[in-house]
Nanobody, 122 residues
């Protein structure tokens, strides 16, 4: 399995920007599709963005968030712009299980980081 660790969370005012980082070690990172998910208090974990041979975004973040990767650094990034209070959550990166075809399902991912908290104030 690949081991993942997130960083970059914090407190930001609405309209601001943050960049989250996900650094990986373990199984071949370049072969792994990576997803970002988030979980707000009292809510289920939800899909945010995905990067494999292409990228996908949740409708709620499309046009505001950008996912990218740097294979030389074994890292995936989530640039979050125009932040809103409803973006407040713990953000997790995850590596998709080999053979999985879904990009938005939590169950399609088998390695998760510990999460990084993002709080957006109004």
């Amino acid at each position: 399995q690949v081991q993942l660790g997130e960083s970059g969370g914090g407190l930001m005012q609405a309209g601001g920007s943050l960049r989250l980082s996900c650094v990986a070690s373990g199984r071949t990172f370049t072969a792994s599709a990576i997803g970002w998910f988030r979980q707000a208090p009292g809510k289920e974990r939800e899909f945010v963005a995905y990067i494999g041979t292409t990228t996908y975004y949740a409708d709620s973040v499309k046009g505001r968030f950008i996912i990218s990767r740097d294979n030389a650094k074994n890292a995936v990034y989530l640039q979050m712009n125009s932040l809103k209070p409803e973006d407040t959550a713990v953000y997790y990166c995850a590596a998709r299980r080999f053979g999985s075809t879904s990009y938005y399902s939590v169950g399609a991912y088998d390695s998760w980081g510990q999460g990084t908290r993002v709080t957006v104030s109004s």
